[in-house]
């Protein structure tokens, strides 16, 4: 079965603007995750949707957002672009039951200049 | 609010030893634990998902083990081949975070030398 899908894979953008990544998860997941990974802080949980719901936020600023669509996949929003931004972004799909595993895609490389 | 450890940050071993890696977690309240493998520059793999009731999961060459009460995890990968040359990343589901959302280790960067 296809794996989890993120485009783009890269993306350099400017200071000050907004980005938009794309997430498909694997066929009948219903959740999708969404982390950020840097050589400093690691890998840090953004958001999870559920359903088109959001289901747990993790401790980031307004300027990340999300959105899930009635077929499971899922967009990340970063607005206002600042150069601490520039990151490894990892999508991971899910059943989303108590208990169920993880796929994670191959992610998208963002570098803000 | 659960952390989670993993030690050492580095590992360097010659081909054919085996590799033990190590993952410590705060709070015993989890779903599960999973490990993963990122090659330099990639998206995470994943190896072994273990529930909280279980004790080891194994898959070929690698074997998990979980201890939730002491809060510890351990990767065993026998017989190291330079393939095996990644980083590995312990993550814990947590029972209380509504939703799923995973907890990750910093991760241990492991050498396998021919």
């Known amino acids: 079965k296809a794996g989890v899908t993120q485009t783009p894979r890269y993306l350099i953008k400017t200071r000050g603007q907004q980005v938009t990544l794309s997430c498909s998860p694997i066929?009948?997941?219903?959740?999708v995750s969404w982390y950020q990974q840097t050589p400093g802080q690691g890998l840090q949980f953004l958001f999870e949707?559920?359903?088109?719901?959001?289901?747990n936020k993790g401790n980031f600023p307004g300027r990340f957002s999300g959105r899930q669509f009635s077929n499971s996949r899922s967009e990340m929003n970063v607005s206002t672009l600042e150069l601490g931004d520039s990151a490894l972004y990892l999508c991971a799909s899910s059943l989303g039951l108590e208990g169920a595993g993880y796929t994670f895609g191959s992610g998208t490389r963002l570098t803000v200049v | 609010k659960q952390e989670v450890t993993q030690i050492p940050a580095a590992l360097s071993v010659p081909e054919g030893e085996n590799l033990v890696l190590n993952c410590s977690f705060t709070?015993?309240?989890?779903?599960?634990l999973q490990w993963f493998r990122q090659d330099p520059g990639k998206g995470l793999t994943s190896l072994l998902l273990?529930?909280?009731?279980?004790r080891e999961q194994t898959s070929g060459r690698l074997n998990a083990s979980l201890d939730k009460s002491s809060g510890r995890s351990t990767l065993y990968i026998a017989a190291s081949q330079p393939g095996d040359s990644a980083t590995y990343l312990c993550a814990v589901n947590g029972l209380k975070a509504a939703g799923n959302k995973l907890t990750f280790g910093g991760g241990t960067r492991v050498l396998v030398k021919p």
């Open positions: 709070d015993s309240a989890i779903y599960n």
């Open positions: 949707y559920f359903s088109e719901t959001q289901r």
């Open positions: 066929s009948g997941h219903r959740s």
């Open positions: 273990i529930q909280s009731s279980q």
